[in-house]
């Protein structure tokens, strides 16, 4: 989207209060909105480093191409996630209006991107090695209100999608299949043999730690299955891809639950140190590879008061920009007031979803159990969620003729010129 409020960002806290909390209708009024968007500034210096990483084309669409993107570097402690944001914006942004901007309106803030074309949460089971084994769940927070609403107002016209599952050819140098996007979803694969190192694991303890990497395997597969096979040309199939990934990621957290909870209940309390230690030294690498920002953290104190933060007044600025065109629907549409009325509680259910989706990370629980617990609780909320959206929007299209429906779908990519 362009930046049309660029110039106005200071005015954004002053001017827009009483029509965003009309807007959005969020309980809290338009602190809790601004909130909720300044609690994405935690990825802010992630993000200034990723986008360097896109502009300088470091990380190309073969990278896609490997089963291990980051190669040798995750040996030597290179930060992944702005190899991870790199590489995701490769994916996003090769396929839209032809990958010749920068970034992407639908970004998240770490510089990463929920949808890669056609595929919802690329990094899935790398987001799950992050949460539950080294104590990260950073990336899984970020999921939520953008994705959704990406999901309806799609950043990709059909034809743009389309390239992603074309047949490979001389193209496929650029734009990365869709296959391709979901077979990297766990980049740096379990960490088996670093576990094993620390822990100084005997016999049965390796047995155990074996059938926890089949565990992990299998759920992997079973999450690359839900990748799209064909291009989803409405909104309804993209909430619905959105469904079946988080199904099957859910269905990987049940997968990996008893073999995780047997190998940690073999270790005494002097190897579990070691184990916590891994998320400590990996949490430690990554600090020292990026600025510290107090003011980040503090966005989600909720005595914070953002409107006097001129990076959370960006925040909201990004989130404003993604409010819904609702008068502009109901004109182009023709809405009679049934459907209007329709629109509002649509809208009015995607909004909600800001609330039950918070950006702000938690303290991560202490055991690997109980993080594993944790993220599928997140997942569930978040299908909830999408179920929500999923079925207001039917009730919104029920009676709508076929020429109103391809015109809200027109709305995406014109959302995104």
């Given at each position: 989207m362009g930046l049309a409020l660029a110039g106005a960002a200071l005015a954004l806290a002053v001017l827009l209060p009483d029509r965003a909390?009309?807007?959005?209708?969020?309980?809290?009024?338009?602190?809790?909105?601004?909130?909720?968007?300044v609690g994405h500034v935690i990825g802010l210096s992630r993000l200034r480093h990723a986008r360097m990483a896109v502009r300088g084309g470091r990380y190309r669409s073969a990278a896609l191409r490997s089963q291990d993107p980051r190669g040798a570097q995750r040996e030597q402690l290179s930060n992944p996630y702005i190899l991870r944001a790199a590489l995701s914006a490769q994916a996003a942004l090769s396929g839209w209006r032809g990958g010749r901007r920068p970034q992407g309106w639908w970004r998240h803030p770490d510089g990463s991107y929920g949808w890669?074309?056609?595929?919802?949460?690329?990094?899935a089971?790398?987001?799950?090695?992050?949460?539950?084994?080294?104590?990260?769940?950073?990336?899984i927070s970020l999921?939520?209100?953008?994705?959704?609403?990406?999901a309806i107002f799609a950043p990709y016209a059909a034809t743009e999608?389309?390239?992603?599952?074309?047949?490979?050819?001389?193209?496929?140098?650029?734009?990365?299949?869709?296959?391709?996007?979901?077979?990297?979803?766990?980049?740096?694969?379990?960490?088996?043999?670093?576990?094993a190192a620390a822990v100084q694991l005997s016999e049965l303890h390796r047995t155990a730690l074996d059938d926890l990497s089949a565990a992990?395997?299998?759920?992997?597969?079973?999450?690359?299955?839900?990748?799209?096979?064909?291009?989803?040309?409405?909104?309804?199939e993209r909430l619905g891809l959105m469904r079946e990934r988080l199904e099957a990621m859910i269905k990987a957290t049940d997968?990996?639950?008893p073999q995780l909870a047997k190998f940690v209940d073999l270790l005494d309390d002097g190897q579990k140190a070691k184990l916590d230690a891994l998320a400590n030294e990996r949490r430690a690498a990554l600090a020292a590879g990026q600025r510290k920002d107090a003011r980040a953290e503090a966005a989600c104190d909720p005595d914070n008061d953002p409107r006097y933060d001129v990076k959370a007044q960006r925040q909201y600025?990004?989130?404003?920009?993604?409010?819904?065109?609702?008068?502009?629907?109901?004109?182009?549409?023709?809405?009679?007031?049934?459907?209007?009325a329709r629109l509002d509680v649509l809208q009015d259910t995607t909004l909600r979803t800001m609330e039950t989706l918070s950006a702000c990370p938690t303290k991560a629980a202490a055991t690997p159990q109980a993080r594993l617990a944790a993220v599928k609780a997140r997942l569930e909320t978040m299908l909830q969620a999408v179920k929500g959206v999923g079925d207001a929007l039917d009730d919104f299209e029920a009676d709508l003729s076929d020429e109103q429906k391809a015109g809200f779908e027109a709305m995406g990519p014109k959302r995104g010129a």
């Amino acid at each position: 989207m362009g930046l049309a409020l660029a110039g106005a960002a200071l005015a954004l806290a002053v001017l827009l209060p009483d029509r965003a909390e009309a807007q959005f209708g969020l309980g809290g009024g338009p602190l809790g909105v601004a909130r909720f968007a300044v609690g994405h500034v935690i990825g802010l210096s992630r993000l200034r480093h990723a986008r360097m990483a896109v502009r300088g084309g470091r990380y190309r669409s073969a990278a896609l191409r490997s089963q291990d993107p980051r190669g040798a570097q995750r040996e030597q402690l290179s930060n992944p996630y702005i190899l991870r944001a790199a590489l995701s914006a490769q994916a996003a942004l090769s396929g839209w209006r032809g990958g010749r901007r920068p970034q992407g309106w639908w970004r998240h803030p770490d510089g990463s991107y929920g949808w890669a074309g056609p595929v919802f949460w690329p990094f899935a089971h790398d987001d799950l090695t992050n949460a539950v084994i080294f104590a990260d769940a950073t990336s899984i927070s970020l999921y939520g209100y953008g994705d959704i609403y990406a999901a309806i107002f799609a950043p990709y016209a059909a034809t743009e999608l389309a390239a992603y599952t074309a047949p490979q050819g001389r193209r496929a140098r650029k734009i990365p299949s869709a296959q391709n996007i979901c077979d990297v979803s766990d980049p740096a694969g379990f960490p088996a043999d670093r576990i094993a190192a620390a822990v100084q694991l005997s016999e049965l303890h390796r047995t155990a730690l074996d059938d926890l990497s089949a565990a992990w395997l299998s759920a992997r597969d079973s999450i690359r299955s839900a990748c799209p096979t064909q291009v989803p040309a409405t909104a309804t199939e993209r909430l619905g891809l959105m469904r079946e990934r988080l199904e099957a990621m859910i269905k990987a957290t049940d997968t990996i639950a008893p073999q995780l909870a047997k190998f940690v209940d073999l270790l005494d309390d002097g190897q579990k140190a070691k184990l916590d230690a891994l998320a400590n030294e990996r949490r430690a690498a990554l600090a020292a590879g990026q600025r510290k920002d107090a003011r980040a953290e503090a966005a989600c104190d909720p005595d914070n008061d953002p409107r006097y933060d001129v990076k959370a007044q960006r925040q909201y600025e990004q989130l404003v920009q993604q409010q819904w065109p609702a008068a502009d629907i109901a004109s182009t549409l023709k809405l009679d007031d049934i459907a209007r009325a329709r629109l509002d509680v649509l809208q009015d259910t995607t909004l909600r979803t800001m609330e039950t989706l918070s950006a702000c990370p938690t303290k991560a629980a202490a055991t690997p159990q109980a993080r594993l617990a944790a993220v599928k609780a997140r997942l569930e909320t978040m299908l909830q969620a999408v179920k929500g959206v999923g079925d207001a929007l039917d009730d919104f299209e029920a009676d709508l003729s076929d020429e109103q429906k391809a015109g809200f779908e027109a709305m995406g990519p014109k959302r995104g010129a």
